[in-house]
């Protein structure tokens, strides 16, 4: 799974030029930007109507403009139709051309929380259950309600649509979803999965098909050479209680959110 990149590795110091931000990140140039592809933000973040729900709107007002989707120039040889995950600038580029990308503003894992590596997406859904993992439960045992799954709905941590990631069939729980904390987005904020604004989640599933390839590039924004992922979170130990004094025995760690 990591065989292409290690053409594009040998190009790993070029920049990613960037539309619409007015500054700089690591590895990125403004020299050649191409605000294409929106005109009029507010339009894009819009009050949608969905499937009976209607998505709230976005006050684009309070979003830095480089976390708005636009066209971008995109430098690294990377195949058409590749999604490529940049932690460190904040944002999930769609390359749609020899050079050009669709680029959205993310949230990523918090501390402790990140990874890097490659992924294909191997399902899609709309307005997905989330269901916390118990040692999620562990940390917040509110959330015990939702042990068997919280239904889809505007409330939902996933939002209106999820794309499923695999590693060479392995599913780590990594997801690309949308989500009702729009503000979140720009920050490291998640248990890793990658968030969006729901409207941009909307938009980029139809957008990519099963199968797409997913590169989640480093902390410094080169492409991994491997698969990287945070060790297990240990579960909380569970009392055993012998007629002698009592013995803790950790349980073993379950997937990871």
């Not at 007015?22 to 933000?41: E, F, I, N, R, W």
Request: charge should be positive; glycine fraction near 10%; include cysteine.
């Amino acid at each position: 799974m990591f065989n292409f990149i290690k053409k594009a590795a040998g190009i790993a110091g070029a920049s990613l030029i960037v539309a619409l931000s007015g500054c700089d990140a690591p590895g990125v140039s403004v020299s050649d930007a191409s605000p294409q592809g929106l005109a009029t933000p507010a339009a894009h973040y819009a009050a949608m109507p969905d499937a009976g729900r209607t998505v709230p709107a976005i006050p684009v007002e309070k979003v830095p403009p480089e976390f708005l989707r636009q066209q971008v120039s995109y430098a690294r040889d990377v195949p058409v139709g590749t999604i490529v995950i940049d932690p460190s600038s904040k944002h999930l580029y769609l390359i749609t051309a020899p050079g050009r990308a669709e680029r959205y503003g993310i949230a990523v894992g918090r501390a402790g929380f990140g990874w890097s590596g490659e992924a294909d997406i191997t399902g899609r859904t709309t307005w997905p259950t989330w269901t916390p993992p118990p040692e999620m439960i562990a940390r917040h045992p509110e959330l015990a309600r939702y042990a068997k799954g919280q239904p889809g709905g505007l409330t939902n941590p996933l939002g209106a649509r999820a794309l499923y990631l695999k590693t060479d069939g392995r599913d780590y729980g990594y997801r690309i979803h949308g989500t009702p904390e729009w503000d979140s987005i720009g920050h490291n904020a998640s248990s890793g999965c990658i968030r969006m604004i729901n409207q941009d989640v909307m938009d980029l599933y139809t957008r990519v098909p099963d199968g797409t390839h997913v590169i989640v590039l480093t902390e410094d924004g080169t492409f991994p050479t491997k698969l990287t992922v945070p060790p297990p979170a240990p579960r909380q130990a569970r009392a055993v209680k012998p007629k002698a004094s009592p013995v803790y025995v950790a349980e073993a760690p379950s997937g990871r959110v």
